[in-house]
């Protein structure tokens, strides 16, 4: 069977993928033109559209109760504004020559062509998942979709232990390492790098790795897993690395994502040194005038490094969605990059970054001044002001802020929005000093943390110049 | 008694108020330059130096058990920097031609003339206190000094009745509303304008309005205070306006603050329309070498518009006094100006504002759009994501933004601080709309509520261009 491209001069937008920033694209470019003048047909192979990602560690710490409240918008509600989302259908090629894809059937197995005028591909990203003996044995688990965040309920509630092993100290392990801890388990977090939080520098890694002992969570560090010992049952039983074993009744691996570009690279789509696409700012694939991309699929431009990254994050995927579906559309807009945002918690554990690390700036080729503070969320005499640590780094010479990184507790995490809009616009440290940031004690000390960090970045410019 | 210049190459730093701005320079300062230097006598009127003002409704509400708390610096730890700080000494004349200020002993009368190399004018602002028949009774309170704190802790203590009338609903009015309820008074906030908090635009005012209704606040909107009545004991007994009587056992006035320039008008040094000093960016008093100001006393620029405002906050009196120091201190910064930044909190509501109103976009010549939105301040499925009201104005045909508001609960208000860096910046409201602001169900929704603001006011933007 297939579906053909004679249909007048109503064009036919395909695409592939069902989440964030395939159906961001497929709703913003059917508010800009309607079904007369553009078809619009979406591939997703999951049983699920449209579901926050970034949500399922709070659904399985109990945080969140239902799983439909983490599905921003169902099959059938797209369907309903004239998008037709075809569900667990999966698209195994693309014909870029032809103008087409081929789709399977998921349950039947039956396989057919659809043409396109304008393709959008938002394939996201597959989850790292090591080649060790016993990966695969029950209750060893990844988190990566809803149906995975169920099998980990359903593991959950089946358990008589409780004893978690988290494989992983990025975003989703630590998060993770706080939905196990919330359901009661014993949590012991096994991460390759020397401090968790890879994407900090070590010294503000070892911030929350003391943050995390004590929180009750057994860190072990340098350390990498060799095997997933299972039991007479053939369930897990435990974790090896070189030197240990680590009990486990249950096993959740956070190890990150790589773009899915499977399909992408086959169709000869141009693939970037971190395995995503390559886009233009106008997010359309480059070297090719009727295909976009955006999501966990593409590579973005570090506004501050002005190199390529891969920083798959929901933000990042609808705002990729809205640019793509708006041009789609008719429209104009652009994806002028990102300046590598990201906030995270553990329990009462906030964690931010943005900008460069220091090893970041090294292979930049930036030199660098680093300056870090201990300050408080709130004035000092406030009631619940609570201690953060804020490190900024700044190029010599020129001063421009390069990025900042804070640990703290309440109030600590979103203060780094300040340092991304700086970021994007360039400042320097020391016109940071005069930046007007709301102050009032219950908010702020008279000098934010933000503030007192720019300060000293900006004498330590000053004296190294 | 007469204090000469002749010290031979060691200048004469003469400081008049011992508070934020004028301490902070005397610190600075001396970081700079040691005694051998640079000698640096400091004139306060009061029994404090270095106090937070800001913290007094804190201190009154009880959130602060201790006065002591809010006192940054003590006149003894100033003198162990080398800073003469000459307390209850009060400033009476500056001879600018002859380079010397009178200063009078509060208790003893005594006077005398100290000359100076340097100046630093931080005399502060004055509470406005209108001339009303009953004003000055027993139980009728500011509360601009610690000295004003403690009198209405004193008349509190002694207070048999729970009813408080707080005259304004500016930042000091919802700010001691708060206290007084924490305190058990029934509170009943009489306002002159049409909403409270006229530093929001009055749909935003209406919102702060409900939210204090709902606080169990009387709102009395519309009203100005003809006479504050006594009762026999010659103690207040009720607030009058023109159409009501509303009874009260003690008064607050938090009605707002003038420049105190008096003795820098008296010298003739140059005042602006908002009565307060004009000064360079160096914080240097114009047409003065030798003369610096800072603090509630001064007018600064407002990046917005263009032109000079009076902003009396502690943040920016400890960024002048920076400024100012390091300047006096042979050392070189600037302070560009504000873009009106403010937060305050009324129990669990936040309020915060930043940049032009619509009648200060119109005053200065602006012609603009505006953007209301509702949002919350976590992931909607996230526990305890509360709602929160952004309006935004932006430029028209630049699409500049001009001007953010916020309404709301916890999480509400430091999200201000984005567009405050954006404004400093001089973003459009398209640029604002890419943003890399931190993301995870905890701490915004996918799109954070500035980011949901800044797409609507684009939208506006293009849709009137």
New interface residues.
Partial sequence: MSTGAARGTRERLVVVGGD?AGMSAASQARRLKGPDELEIVAFERGHFSSF?A??IP?WVGG??T?RD??IARTPEEHRARDIDLRMRTEVTEIDVAGGRVRARDVDSGAQSWTSYDKLVIGTGARPIRPELPGIDAPGVHGVQTLDDGQALLDTLARTRGRRAVVVGAG?IGV?MAEALINRGYEVTVVNRGREPMSTLDPDMGRMVHEAMVGLGITMVDDAEVTEVLTGDDGRVRAVATRDAEFPADVVVLGIGVRPETTLAEAAGLPIGAHGGLLTDLAMRVRGHGNIWAGGDCVEVLDLVSGQERHIP????A??HG?VVGTNVGGGYA???G????????VCDLEI?R?GLREKDARRAGLRFVTATIESTSR?????DASPMTVKMLAERRTGRLLGVQIVGRE?A??????A???L??G?TVE?M????????????P???PVLVAA?KAAREVERQR
């Fill in positions: 964030a926050s970034c949500g709070y945080d969140v239902e409240a983490l975003y998060e994050l929901g933000t990042h609808n705002k809205q652009t994806f002028p990102v300046v590598g945002t990201a906030v995270s918690k931010a943005t004035a000092g005499y406030y009631p109030g995490g979103k203060r780094v929005d300040i991304a809009v700086a994007t616009a400042m016109q000093t005069a930046l007007d940031l709301g102050y009032a004690p219950p908010f702020s008279v000098w934010d300060r």
